[in-house]
Protein backbone atom coordinates (compact mmCIF):
# COMPACT_ATOMS: atom_id res chain seq x y z
CA UNK A 1 0.00 0.00 0.00
CA UNK A 2 1.35 3.54 -0.92
CA UNK A 3 2.04 5.64 1.45
CA UNK A 4 2.96 9.17 0.99
CA UNK A 5 4.53 11.88 3.35
CA UNK A 6 4.84 15.80 2.77
CA UNK A 7 7.34 18.03 3.64
CA UNK A 8 8.49 21.73 3.15
CA UNK A 9 5.27 23.81 3.89
CA UNK A 10 5.94 27.06 6.07
CA UNK A 11 5.63 30.94 5.89
CA UNK A 12 6.73 33.05 3.21
CA UNK A 13 6.42 36.68 2.30
CA UNK A 14 4.60 37.50 -0.80
CA UNK A 15 6.36 37.29 -3.75
CA UNK A 16 8.72 34.19 -2.45
CA UNK A 17 9.53 30.53 -2.70
CA UNK A 18 8.95 27.04 -1.42
CA UNK A 19 9.68 23.72 -2.22
CA UNK A 20 7.52 20.87 -1.48
CA UNK A 21 8.73 17.78 -1.04
CA UNK A 22 6.43 14.42 -1.03
CA UNK A 23 7.96 10.63 -0.15
CA UNK A 24 6.75 7.90 -1.30
CA UNK A 25 6.50 4.25 0.30
CA UNK A 26 5.05 0.85 -0.25
CA UNK A 27 4.65 0.83 -3.86
CA UNK A 28 6.86 1.23 -7.42
CA UNK A 29 6.86 4.22 -7.37
CA UNK A 30 7.89 4.96 -11.03
CA UNK A 31 4.55 3.28 -11.78
CA UNK A 32 2.31 6.03 -10.14
CA UNK A 33 1.04 9.06 -11.69
CA UNK A 34 1.52 12.15 -9.40
CA UNK A 35 -0.18 15.15 -8.41
CA UNK A 36 -0.29 17.87 -5.80
CA UNK A 37 -3.63 19.68 -4.66
CA UNK A 38 -4.32 21.99 -2.27
CA UNK A 39 -7.55 23.06 0.33
CA UNK A 40 -7.32 27.12 1.85
CA UNK A 41 -10.49 26.58 4.62
CA UNK A 42 -14.22 27.31 3.31
CA UNK A 43 -12.84 25.28 0.12
CA UNK A 44 -12.91 22.25 -1.68
CA UNK A 45 -9.43 20.88 -2.01
CA UNK A 46 -8.12 21.84 -5.65
CA UNK A 47 -6.10 20.36 -8.48
CA UNK A 48 -2.52 22.31 -8.29
CA UNK A 49 -0.37 20.05 -10.84
CA UNK A 50 -0.40 16.54 -11.94
CA UNK A 51 3.20 14.93 -13.46
CA UNK A 52 3.33 11.33 -15.58
CA UNK A 53 5.02 8.46 -14.07
CA UNK A 54 8.34 9.50 -16.20
CA UNK A 55 8.20 12.93 -15.55
CA UNK A 56 8.15 14.08 -19.32
CA UNK A 57 4.48 15.54 -19.32
CA UNK A 58 2.74 18.09 -16.46
CA UNK A 59 -0.38 19.56 -15.94
CA UNK A 60 -1.46 22.61 -14.05
CA UNK A 61 -4.03 24.54 -12.91
CA UNK A 62 -4.36 28.31 -14.74
CA UNK A 63 -3.39 29.59 -11.50
CA UNK A 64 -0.05 28.74 -10.53
CA UNK A 65 0.71 28.30 -14.41
CA UNK A 66 4.27 29.98 -14.90
CA UNK A 67 4.34 29.80 -10.84
CA UNK A 68 5.06 26.32 -9.92
CA UNK A 69 7.10 23.68 -11.38
CA UNK A 70 6.10 19.73 -10.59
CA UNK A 71 9.01 18.02 -11.39
CA UNK A 72 10.02 14.17 -9.65
CA UNK A 73 13.03 12.26 -9.06
CA UNK A 74 12.33 8.25 -9.71
CA UNK A 75 15.25 7.18 -7.71
CA UNK A 76 14.30 8.82 -4.51
CA UNK A 77 10.54 7.81 -4.80
CA UNK A 78 10.25 11.79 -4.86
CA UNK A 79 7.81 14.37 -6.34
CA UNK A 80 8.81 17.93 -5.45
CA UNK A 81 5.80 21.09 -6.10
CA UNK A 82 8.68 23.92 -6.56
CA UNK A 83 6.86 27.16 -5.78
CA UNK A 84 7.87 30.86 -6.86
CA UNK A 85 6.05 34.20 -6.77
CA UNK A 86 3.87 33.11 -4.23
CA UNK A 87 0.77 35.16 -3.17
CA UNK A 88 -1.27 35.58 -0.31
CA UNK A 89 -4.12 33.37 -2.21
CA UNK A 90 -1.69 30.13 -2.21
CA UNK A 91 -2.26 29.65 1.22
CA UNK A 92 -3.66 26.31 2.04
CA UNK A 93 -2.62 22.76 3.01
CA UNK A 94 -1.01 21.14 0.12
CA UNK A 95 -1.81 17.58 -0.79
CA UNK A 96 0.26 15.08 -2.41
CA UNK A 97 -1.86 12.14 -4.22
CA UNK A 98 -1.21 9.50 -6.60
CA UNK A 99 -2.88 7.53 -8.99
CA UNK A 100 -1.62 3.90 -11.08
CA UNK A 101 -2.28 3.28 -14.35
CA UNK A 102 -2.70 5.90 -17.40
CA UNK A 103 -2.32 9.57 -17.80
CA UNK A 104 -5.59 11.09 -18.04
CA UNK A 105 -5.26 13.99 -19.61
CA UNK A 106 -7.03 16.79 -17.95
CA UNK A 107 -8.64 14.21 -15.94
CA UNK A 108 -6.12 14.77 -13.55
CA UNK A 109 -7.58 17.85 -12.24
CA UNK A 110 -10.45 15.52 -11.01
CA UNK A 111 -9.77 14.58 -7.27
CA UNK A 112 -12.09 11.10 -7.79
CA UNK A 113 -9.28 9.90 -10.55
CA UNK A 114 -6.75 9.51 -7.25
CA UNK A 115 -6.16 6.92 -5.25
CA UNK A 116 -4.68 7.77 -1.94
CA UNK A 117 -3.32 10.84 -0.48
CA UNK A 118 -0.60 12.45 2.38
CA UNK A 119 -1.33 14.10 5.19
CA UNK A 120 -0.74 17.30 4.30
CA UNK A 121 1.58 20.04 4.88
CA UNK A 122 0.91 24.18 5.54
CA UNK A 123 1.64 26.65 3.54
CA UNK A 124 1.20 29.98 4.77
CA UNK A 125 2.32 33.70 2.21
CA UNK A 126 1.49 36.87 4.39
CA UNK A 127 1.07 40.05 2.20
Known amino acids: QVQLVESGGGLVQAGGSLRLACAAS????????MGWFRQAPGNEREFVAA????????YYADSVKGRFTISRDNAKNTVYLQMNSLKPEDTAVYYCTFRPGIWMGNRQKEKRVYDGWGQGTQVTVSS
Open 51 to 58: ITRSGGIT
Open 26 to 33: GGTFSNLI
